[in-house]
């Protein structure tokens, strides 16, 4: 089993640059290259260091490189995967972020932009509907959901605060909860 | 210039560990940035949103590189990238070590279960804030409602299809794109 710094970075490489649209993409790539190519970890585990990656704070796709690169290579193979992961799309933005700036005040740039900006409020607007049909779905979702949304709207409130709040609220109520249940 | 370094590097970090939730979790943290600093324009932010859909990588990592880059240049972006994966990989590791079988515990249940609805309710503050600006009223809250109707009309055009299809942000990127020429030239 070849699980060198290098061969671990490559491999992430790899799935990092077929990595298009975010979190649960990664899952079927690590399958493939990670469990069934390479072995270094069991399917069971994958579905489990998922798990976890989801639970944890950070960038899901981030956080399960990082988990099965650990998992092959302790901190070298956590390094390698990271750095794997990382690498082509900081260097693709970086590349169109040079371009763009040149380009962007082109009239015929300018209004393909304006049209993207309307396509990325739909996006968003889609994301919130599918996050809305997962989350929002009982008696204390629904307020907390409400209160959350008017207090960002009216007042200047940091993500940071509300995440926080709703994290001490959620733990409190589950408490409350089984109190009651018992 | 190196005090921005290091505000870019401490806003980021506290980034990687409020954002939960997957692809645009750091968005209404990065809309927060725009409002704090003015870093960045919000026109600049969608289009970083935009381009960060487009291209390969985790969403997250890509916006990050790209407001940093868009804040202070190359090193910019480099500190960005860094700094928001720096705490939450040292907690993945140490958990990877810690649990061979991940088991998650009944309070860390319900965090989660709290903090996805809060996680909605950000993204939805965002979504409606920038409906607002490009399309009702052009500014964030603002009455009367006086439509902007070219954007209105791509709106629509571009939101029923994906009522019915699956998503596809590649997709529907690039028809906006094409909208966007076709209809300020008419």
């Known amino acids: 089993m070849n699980n060198s710094f290098f061969e671990i970075f490559k491999i992430f490489f790899i799935i990092g640059i077929q990595l298009l649209g975010g979190g649960y993409v990664i899952v079927p790539l690590l399958k493939k290259y990670i469990v069934d190519d390479k072995k270094w970890i069991s399917e069971e585990e994958l579905v489990n260091l998922y798990a976890m990656s989801q639970c944890l704070p950070g960038i899901i796709a981030c956080n399960i490189a990082i988990s099965t690169g650990y998992k092959a290579k302790g901190f070298i193979g956590a390094l390698a995967a990271a750095l794997g992961i990382i690498i082509p799309p900081f260097f693709c933005i970086i590349i169109l972020a040079n371009i763009l700036s040149g380009i962007v005040n082109i009239e015929t740039v300018k209004n393909a932009f304006w049209g993207i900006r309307i396509s990325v409020i739909v996006l968003i607007l889609i994301t919130i509907k599918d996050l809305w049909a997962k989350s929002v779905n009982s008696l204390f979702s629904y307020i907390l959901f409400f209160i959350i949304l008017i207090c960002l709207l009216v007042l200047p409130v940091s993500p940071t605060v509300v995440i926080i709040l709703s994290a001490i609220t959620a733990l409190i109520s589950g408490q409350i909860r089984r109190k009651i249940n018992d | ?186």
């Open chain 2, 1 to 186: 210039m190196i005090k921005l370094y290091f505000l870019l590097f401490t806003e980021f970090l506290k980034i990687g560990v409020f954002a939960l939730g997957g692809g645009y979790a750091t968005l209404p943290f990065l809309y927060y940035l725009q409002g704090q600093y003015n870093w960045f324009t919000l026109e600049e932010l969608t289009n970083m949103i935009a381009v960060s859909n487009i291209t390969p990588g985790p969403i997250g990592i890509n916006m990050a590189t790209y407001t940093g880059f868009t804040t202070a240049g190359i090193l910019g972006s480099l500190i960005a990238t860094f700094a928001i994966v720096l705490i939450p990989s040292i907690i993945v590791m140490f958990m990877t070590k810690l649990y061979s079988k991940f088991q998650s515990c009944k309070s860390v249940n319900d965090i989660f279960w709290g903090l996805r609805p809060a996680a909605c309710a950000l993204l939805a503050s965002i979504g409606l804030k920038l409906l607002f600006q490009n399309i009702i009223t052009e500014e964030e809250w603002a009455f009367p409602i006086h439509f902007n109707y070219q954007a209105l009309i791509l709106f629509l055009i571009l939101i029923i299809p994906f009522s019915f299809f699956k998503k596809n942000p590649l997709l529907t990127i690039l028809l906006g794109a094409i909208g966007g020429i076709i209809i300020k030239s008419i």
